[in-house]
């Protein structure tokens, strides 16, 4: 069956427009779940809102287990204003860094800065496959949320936000995004090499670095590892 969807604000920016269109071939019945998860992986770039987003059939808000019908009006609501962005986020899908500076920018700053980590094929010499993270994940939100309030404590004004990848990054995919802005430059760049090597330092994430002939697991090498300094 042949769906029609409406998609609004910034959904329907990182989606193309503001209606979709959908074939549904599978025999499986097709629910409000099923379609998120078909959304999410036509539009990666707009996971992290779709995950967040609640489906609406004929007007009227569904649970995940309603079934949709061909004649159903289908819209999907992003989350309205007034809701907070979640400043520390971990994904296993691909990092928007536009969706991570987006959390910091500030009428009030004139300074924005996005680091961004990537997955490089050659070090020292040894050839990089790809690499594999891996977290303890509720204290990596809560050691990342540090970061950021210690940033905000530290230079006055500033903003930072983190997305952190996990799971499988290939060769040129990002791992991190880190988005600062301040009321002036200097702040914005001191408050971004803070917020990495503090990430480095405290964030229980460990990298699985895998090459052509073997692999193995990475701390933070940088000389003896002490979160609590």
Same mark, same amino acid.
């Given at each position: 069956?042949?769906?029609?969807?409406?998609?609004?604000?910034?959904?329907?920016?990182?989606?193309?427009?503001?209606?979709? #269109?959908?074939?549904?071939?599978?025999?499986?019945?097709?629910?409000?779940?099923?379609?998120?998860?078909?959304?999410?992986?036509?539009?990666?770039?707009?996971?992290?809102?779709?995950?967040?987003?609640?489906?609406?059939?004929?007007?009227?808000?569904?649970?995940?287990?309603?079934?949709?019908?061909?004649?159903?009006?289908?819209?999907?609501?992003?989350?309205?204003?007034?809701?907070?962005?979640?400043?520390?986020?971990?994904?296993?899908?691909?990092?928007?860094?536009?969706?991570?500076?987006?959390?910091?920018?500030?009428?009030?700053?004139?300074?924005?800065?996005?680091?961004?980590?990537?997955?490089? #094929?050659?070090?020292?010499?040894?050839?990089?496959?790809?690499?594999?993270?891996?977290?303890?994940?509720?204290?990596?939100?809560?050691?990342?949320?540090?970061?950021?309030?210690?940033?905000?404590?530290?230079?006055?004004?500033?903003?930072?936000?983190?997305?952190?990848?996990?799971?499988?990054?290939?060769?040129?995919?990002?791992?991190?995004?880190?988005?600062?802005?301040?009321?002036?430059?200097?702040?914005?760049? #001191?408050?971004?090499?803070?917020?990495?090597?503090?990430?480095?330092?405290?964030?229980?994430?460990?990298?699985?670095?895998?090459?052509?002939?073997?692999?193995?697991?990475?701390?933070?090498?940088?000389?003896?590892?002490?979160?609590?300094?």
């Amino acid at each position: 069956m042949k769906l029609h969807i409406y998609v609004f604000a910034g959904l329907a920016e990182r989606m193309g427009g503001p209606l979709l #269109e959908l074939e549904w071939e599978q025999m499986a019945p097709l629910t409000s779940l099923l379609l998120k998860e078909q959304l999410i992986a036509r539009y990666p770039q707009a996971a992290e809102t779709l995950r967040h987003s609640f489906v609406a059939i004929n007007q009227s808000y569904a649970d995940d287990d309603h079934l949709i019908q061909s004649t159903d009006e289908i819209a999907i609501i992003p989350p309205v204003s007034g809701g907070q962005p979640q400043l520390a986020e971990m994904t296993r899908e691909a990092i928007s860094v536009q969706s991570v500076s987006n959390k910091v920018l500030h009428p009030n700053h004139g300074a924005a800065l996005s680091f961004i980590g990537t997955t490089r #094929e050659w070090t020292h010499g040894k050839r990089t496959i790809q690499l594999d993270y891996e977290a303890y994940e509720p204290m990596a939100i809560k050691t990342m949320n540090q970061i950021i309030l210690e940033i905000q404590q530290r230079w006055e004004g500033a903003l930072c936000a983190i997305t952190h990848r996990l799971g499988r990054v290939d060769i040129g995919e990002i791992s991190v995004v880190i988005a600062v802005s301040a009321p002036h430059r200097d702040a914005a760049y #001191e408050a971004s090499r803070h917020a990495i090597e503090r990430l480095k330092q405290i964030v229980p994430i460990w990298k699985k670095e895998i090459w052509e002939d073997g692999s193995e697991w990475k701390g933070h090498q940088q000389g003896p590892w002490n979160p609590l300094i």
